[in-house]
């Protein structure tokens, strides 16, 4: 089989990687990739948003299955696009990814649906949104209804600031996606990432995941797309697994099933968890979650691509259930530290050279490998996954994107998963480098 896999991040690396390790893959592509991604696939400069281009690429190089990791190709309908042109693509339709495209759909469909999730009211009117948001209790959650890069949501804790919040979003600042603001209620708990591989209809559970959203120690300072992740999450115990499937998982792809839009694809569930452990949905994305991939794929004990497969064919029958993992078998943890830009997660500085400590030049995966075993072979495997990085005009590796690297170690357990994905974070440096100290620490 010849795979292409569309995007340019740690999440994108990761999902070459495993897809690499398939007995039944030949050759794989990535597009547009990165300086990691290349030393495992033929990248090609094509942007996700060039369809027609990438399309023409799979058709030419004879992809039997095009993957697609970012969200924005898949809310603007790449896989239709593909469809049409009868090319083999794995991913939610536009009508079913609106689960993440559309906050508003989100949330009407789980209200229709029965499915948890925090009591809210959506407006296109700014005075009827502001009139609401004084009716709640604070904290209140302001969101923009489209994709906002992560940004549309906010906290506040303060009636000012939801003004500010709702102001912001019918001023422009998310352009369309801010047309419909969304007010929920504040939901307390602990946050969690479960992720489904779906056919439409059945689906196979990845292990679960944290992620690690704020940019500072102690989960202050801003959202991010995430600074670091851990797998599995200790907080989903089996039967708590088992309620999100019965009350989340189950009913969603029924429902959007029933509703004409099935659900074929990656399916990422934002979970929060109160304190009796019940499970409500924060949100759904229709994509694997950076950087939670970087650890949930490197703890699966089966074959990737065989699941992918079978789900892209309507056939993941065979699969149903909890995948195969470190997981499931009790055997081995991960933990990923994002490392960042400066400015990350506003405006970054690009162009740092990037240097590591001990040997390795261009971070490669064998060569990062051969540091690994420097550190201790016995206990722990490092994975280094390229996000913003490229090579400049002498090849030497250098920033180009708020999120840099993310470093991954692979243990036996958790608390050596820890120490080592610090030890290797400490030993790669750029000016103004920013990684929380605290993931995985509690
Ligand atoms: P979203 O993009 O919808 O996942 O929101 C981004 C982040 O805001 C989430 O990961 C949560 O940390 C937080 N958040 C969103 N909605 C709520 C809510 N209803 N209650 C508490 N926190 C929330
Ligand atoms: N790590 C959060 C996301 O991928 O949306």
């Known amino acids: 089989m010849r ?167 019918f001023d422009g600042k998310f352009g369309e996606a801010g047309k419909m603001v969304i007010i929920e209620d504040f939901l307390p708990g602990t946050e969690a ?87 409500f949905v924060v949100e759904f994305n229709s994509r694997l979650g950076d950087p939670e991939t970087q650890v949930v794929l490197p703890l699966l004990e089966c074959d990737l691509f065989e699941v992918i497969w079978q789900a892209s064919e309507g056939n993941l029958g065979f699969f149903k259930g909890i995948l195969p993992s470190a997981e499931t078998s009790g055997n081995g943890a991960a933990v990923c530290v994002v490392m960042a830009s400066q400015g990350y997660p506003d405006k970054v500085a690009a162009g740092m050279p990037i240097r590591f400590k001990v040997g390795f030049s261009l971070g490669s995966q064998s060569q990062l490998l051969d540091q690994t075993k420097e550190v201790d072979p016995n206990r722990a495997k490092i994975l280094l996954f390229h996000a913003g990085t490229k090579l400049d005009n002498q090849r030497n590796l250098i920033t180009s994107g708020g999120r840099v690297l993310g470093v991954t170690a692979l243990a036996q357990n958790p608390e050596d998963a820890k120490e080592f994905a610090y030890k290797a974070v400490n030993k790669i440096d750029f000016a103004g480098k920013q990684n929380r100290l605290d993931i995985a620490a509690d």
């Open 193 to 279: 990432s479960v992720f489904a591989i779906c056919d439409g209809e059945n689906y196979a559970l990845l292990p679960t995941a944290q992620d690690y959203k704020r940019l500072l120690d102690g989960n202050k300072g801003p959202n991010t797309g995430g600074m670091g992740a851990r797998s599995p999450n200790p907080l989903i115990d089996w039967e708590t697994l088992k309620k999100i499937e019965k009350t989340i998982i189950q009913p969603t792809l029924l429902g959007m099933k029933e509703e004409g839009r099935p659900y074929k694809g990656f399916l990422y569930v934002g979970v929060m968890l109160d304190q009796n452990k019940e499970p």
């Open 3 to 169: 795979i292409l896999v569309i995007g340019s991040g740690g999440r994108e690396h990761a999902l070459v990687l495993s897809l690499s390790l398939s007995q039944h893959v030949e050759e794989v592509f990535c597009c547009p990739g990165n300086p990691g991604i290349s030393q495992l696939a033929q990248c090609s400069p094509i942007k996700v948003d060039d369809f027609a281009k990438l399309a023409e690429f799979a058709a030419s190089q004879k992809i039997d299955l095009t993957i697609v990791g970012p969200d924005d190709p898949l809310a603007d309908g790449i896989v239709d696009f593909f469809e049409e042109r009868n090319l083999k693509i794995f991913g939610p339709r536009k009508d079913a990814a609106k689960l993440e495209w559309s906050k508003y759909f989100a949330k009407e469909f789980m209200l229709r649906r029965g499915i948890p999730s925090a009591k809210y009211a959506a407006f296109d009117r700014r005075e009827h949104a502001i009139a609401y948001a004084y009716s709640r209790q604070l904290p209140v959650v302001i969101k923009a209804d489209g994709l906002a890069r992560g940004k549309g949501v906010a906290v506040v804790n303060s009636y000012d600031g939801a003004i500010g919040a709702i102001n912001s979003c």
